[in-house]
């Protein structure tokens, strides 16, 4: 009989997502007449940018004439938006990319996955706590760790605790470790690194020979100026550093699929003889092999984002998202509890009142005011005691979710 991968079998499953949706199910088929307003899963709402979906019917278009007609596209995405992500994503951050240093994907979720692909299982790794499951989960997948402990900890990775006291940015590890994952602004506590944060994950990289995964899926959600956008704003990042990027949330293309994920040609890994080696070439063989690129209209609508008109039309709609984070947060404070994110990403992380644990929390908003967030716990051990309301909902659900919040508590 064929084996199976047995790692699969470490993992738990599935557990967060399904357990919020049989708890709102029970409670909704108990009581139908409850409108329940949903701030919990991370997707966005608002549609495309008139401008983005021009381009994306214009790339249609093109498709139906056998002189603008495309057929397979180059691996690593078209010239056309790896220019405008050089141009304008990057540029004006100071940061100067080469062309062969950004390839283009259908997903961040896939390509902080895939990256493993090119990395021995030997590595240490270390990934915060409270986390993106997606860290965690690919690397038992890929047979990195043991089995998970009574917390939910696996054996063999490196958790980095972020809690109230770091202010969720977590201490550099007292020990070498090979790969770090971190995502900021962060999903889920909001959190977000000030350029001196960075600088230190970078001089640790950089003093260890480890590689940085930085995920930066939400840095079109920076308000405050000063904030990097960008690991490779810091010195020396192009050292140590991948980037991952995505249209998902920035321009709302969680269904549409675009990302990018950027590895410097410096950046170099080693080999089982002890020589230096380019991770961008190992990367390039990965997805020339494995992949066959994204399709053309998708990326006519991702570089579209990077047009005058586009850019104005998309940052209308973070606004839009990030005016929902203040009225959650404000309104939450005013509701006398602690609050936390919701500034510069588009998560709250709020503390639960009188030390309820997460799931109980949870089933009290549910069931008092009919909101569905998502219970801390299920990101990590150390997301115990917090709750994450997410800012992609529609304006109305919003507000009608604050006002219930706080006449519940009050
Ligand atoms: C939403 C999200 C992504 C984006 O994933 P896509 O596959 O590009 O949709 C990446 N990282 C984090 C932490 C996210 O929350």
Same mark, same amino acid.
């Given at each position: 009989m064929a084996r199976l991968n047995?790692? &699969?079998?470490?993992?738990?499953?599935?557990y967060l997502f399904p357990e919020i949706g049989r708890r709102v199910k029970v409670f909704s088929e108990a009581n139908p007449e409850a409108k329940i307003i949903r701030l919990g899963i991370g997707d966005v709402t608002q549609p495309l940018a008139p401008a983005v979906l021009k381009a994306f019917h214009d790339g249609v278009d093109d498709l139906a004439n056998t002189d603008d007609f495309k057929g397979y596209g180059p691996e690593q995405g078209y010239e056309f938006l790896i220019d405008a992500l050089i141009e304008k994503a990057y540029k004006p951050l100071g940061v100067e990319l080469k062309k062969s240093e950004i390839f283009v994907s259908d997903g961040s979720k896939c390509d902080c996955a895939n990256i @493993?692909?090119?990395?021995? @299982?030997?590595n240490k790794v270390a990934i915060c706590d409270p986390v993106y499951p997606v860290y965690n989960d690919t690397n038992v997948m890929v047979g990195r760790t043991g089995e998970a402990d009574d917390k939910g900890y696996y054996e063999g990775l490196t958790y980095l605790a972020c809690t109230e006291d770091n202010h969720f940015t977590p201490a550099i590890p007292d020990k070498k470790v090979d790969i770090v994952y971190l995502c900021y =602004? *962060? *999903? =889920?506590?909001g959190a977000v690194a000030t350029r001196e944060d960075l600088k230190k994950w970078v001089d640790y990289a950089l003093a260890n020979d480890a590689v940085i995964f930085f995920?930066?899926? &939400?840095?079109?959600?920076?308000?405050? =100026?000063?904030? =990097?956008? +960008?690991? &490779?704003?810091?010195?020396?990042?192009k050292r140590c550093a991948i980037e991952f990027r995505s249209f998902s949330k920035t321009a709302g293309f969680t269904g549409v699929r675009c990302a990018l994920t950027v590895i410097p040609e410096e950046l170099m890994a080693e080999t089982g003889n002890g020589e230096k080696s380019s991770l961008n070439k190992l990367w390039n063989r990965r997805q020339s092999t494995k992949f066959n690129g994204v399709s053309y209209p998708v990326q006519k609508a991702a570089a579209a984002v990077y047009s005058e008109e586009g850019w104005t039309q998309v940052k209308e709609t973070i606004d839009y998202y990030m005016e929902n984070a203040r009225l959650i947060r404000e309104g939450l404070e005013a509701a006398g509890l602690t609050v936390y994110g919701g500034v510069n990403a588009p998560y709250i992380w709020l503390k639960t009142p009188n030390g309820m644990s997460s799931w109980d929390f949870f089933d009290k908003l549910l069931s008092e005011c009919h909101v569905v967030g998502t219970p801390g716990s299920g990101f990590g051990p +150390?997301?115990?005691g917090f709750y994450r309301l997410s800012a992609f909902g529609g304006r109305e659900n919003v507000l009608e979710a604050i006002d219930r919040i706080k006449k519940n508590l009050a």
């Open positions: 047995d790692n &699969y079998l470490k993992l738990k499953a599935g @493993l692909d090119i990395f021995a @299982l030997d =602004p *962060n *999903n =889920p506590t995920d930066a899926a &939400y840095e079109a959600f920076i308000t405050e =100026p000063g904030i =990097p956008h +960008s690991i &490779y704003e810091i010195e020396g990042a +150390s997301g115990e």
